[in-house]
């Protein structure tokens, strides 16, 4: 057997195998026993026909396409084997070259490559601004305005109130067969805050601004020009017209905020006790917020004098994991794909290559920066924190309310291995981003490594952090309706 490799730009390789022809004449042989077995041969049992009948009563080519079937399966590991490939995904029979001599062209993915290039020179600060009181004040306000009440009133919505609308928006200038609305008749509680930029208001951060004025039964016109780094993707950059109806105004009392109205909240015996909860829980969303946009120029640095490569079928397949995890986040919200693509009037082509695709090929190339940068820095994972890592993502699961099902539908060894694989995943990515901010930062890296070997400390050993440990009741809450 000869095989010729031909590489190609797309990482993967064109195998050229030729089959000697006395191995190919035995390959016909158990090809033609083969047909035998499963062809009524006249005077023959099943599979003892003479080689010569079978071809005489079946055809040579029959017997021919059979034996390069069988030669197909013998001949590809060997192939592989030969020329010292390691494939990413299974080959593919991409031609019979010929068939005298046979001559076999398989098609075979490469494993994925990366080379880091001077990763260890990127510097992007760490530059988390401290939480300002400001901030302290707004959360509790929002807090006392979801226990406020409300009262109607007779009069133009002024700061303090609470406007109840229908909000009607359309693109002014919509893409040619594209249906301009984005909402219809919307309805919308807003609560009247100068200098309050919330920027979860929807539909816009100082929107309820510009109802103050209006009465009972009043409609208004608002033009708003989104940024491009509008939270909504399809609005980036787009100017919407909203067309607002005020349906009735109350007039909101929030209660006064003393020790008796913390109690209410949670264990706490003061208000100080409140806004320190509060201050905790604040910081650590703000800290989650900014890591994540900090790593992500991080590693984009990276990814900046890295050389990435990797087939068209781990693209694919990186496509599907992102296709299947949007189909079940549709499922929770008791909604199908189709209903979503008619919904965005988009086909399924169209969605994937706009949208899904470019997703794909960032959350593919970010997991093999990540993994490239583990090898190079010789990163391990502690098994004291590996337990920890399980227990909290087999807490996560069992908190989910797919757990019983899960559990059925695998089977129990198949579910632990899955949520132990999960969280290997976790703890070593968790490592990677600490160590790729410790380069970032300019640490040095050698006394890191040399100080994370020293024996843990007690609270190490506990798997806990401060901020793990304290309060919860301060977490950023979910949106609050008002007390009528």
């Known amino acids: 057997m000869k095989t010729e490799t031909q590489p190609r730009d797309d990482h993967q390789v064109r195998l050229i195998t030729e089959i000697e022809p006395e191995a190919f004449e035995k390959t016909k042989r158990q090809a033609a026993r083969k047909i035998s077995q499963q062809t009524k041969i006249p005077g023959f049992r099943p599979g003892k026909a003479p080689y010569d009948v079978v071809r005489r009563v079946i055809g040579e080519d029959t017997i021919q396409k059979e034996a390069i079937e069988l030669t197909i399966d013998q001949v590809y590991p060997e192939a592989i084997k030969e020329a010292g490939i390691k494939p990413a995904a299974p080959g593919t029979l991409d031609e019979i070259v010929s068939v005298d001599p046979v001559k076999l062209a398989f098609l075979v993915p490469l494993a994925p490559t990366v080379e880091?290039?001077?990763?260890?020179?990127v510097r992007v600060p760490y530059e988390l601004e401290p939480l300002s009181d400001e901030k302290v004040d707004k959360f509790i306000d929002r807090l006392r305005t979801s226990y406020a009440t409300a009262e109607p009133v007779e009069r133009p919505a002024q700061e303090g109130d609470m406007v109840y609308a229908t909000v009607t928006g359309k693109l002014t200038?919509?893409?040619?067969?594209?249906?301009p609305i984005i909402v219809n008749e919307r309805p919308v509680q807003a609560v009247l805050r100068q200098g309050d930029q919330d920027e979860d208001e929807w539909?816009?951060?100082g929107f309820a601004l510009q109802l103050a004025g209006l009465s009972g039964g009043d409609e208004k016109t608002i033009l708003h020009t989104f940024s491009e780094e509008s939270k909504?993707?399809?609005l980036?950059?787009?100017?919407?017209?909203?067309?607002?109806?005020?349906?009735?105004?109350?007039?909101?009392t929030l209660p006064e905020l003393n020790d008796e109205f913390a109690q209410t909240l949670g264990e706490f015996?003061?208000?100080a006790a409140l806004r320190e909860s509060i201050r905790t829980g604040l910081e650590t969303n703000a800290r989650e917020e900014y890591d994540q946009g900090y790593f992500s120029r991080v590693i984009d640095k990276v990814a900046e004098n890295a050389q990435i490569h990797y087939p068209p079928q781990v693209l694919e397949d990186e496509i599907n994991s992102v296709?299947?995890?949007i189909e079940r986040d549709l499922a929770r919200q008791n909604m199908d794909l189709e209903t979503y693509l008619k919904v965005r009037q988009m086909d399924r082509e169209t969605i994937i290559e706009n949208e899904i695709k470019p997703t794909a090929v960032r959350r593919l190339e970010r997991s093999l920066l990540l993994d490239e940068v583990a090898r190079a820095e010789k990163i391990e994972l502690d098994n004291q924190e590996l337990e920890t890592t399980f227990s909290e993502t087999l807490a996560e699961l069992q908190n989910s309310g797919d757990f019983e099902n899960m559990r059925k539908k695998v089977g129990a060894n198949r579910l632990a291995n899955a949520v132990a694989m999960e969280a290997v995943s976790r703890l070593m990515n968790r490592r990677v981003l600490e160590r790729l901010k410790a380069i970032a930062t300019g640490q040095n890296i050698e006394e890191l490594i040399a100080k994370q070997s020293e024996p843990a400390t007690d609270q190490a050993e506990t798997g806990e952090t401060a901020e793990e440990?304290?309060?919860?009741?301060?977490e950023k809450p979910e949106e609050t309706q008002p007390a009528e």
């Open 232 to 234: 909504f993707d399809a």
């Open 469 to 474: 440990a304290a309060p919860s009741a301060a």
């Open 323 to 325: 296709l299947q995890t």
């Open 203 to 205: 539909p816009f951060s």
């Open 116 to 121: 880091l290039g001077d990763y260890r020179e």
């Open 269 to 271: 015996s003061d208000v």
């Open 173 to 179: 200038q919509p893409e040619e067969g594209k249906d």
């Open 236 to 252: 980036r950059g787009k100017e919407v017209e909203f067309q607002v109806k005020v349906q009735s105004i109350k007039s909101m």
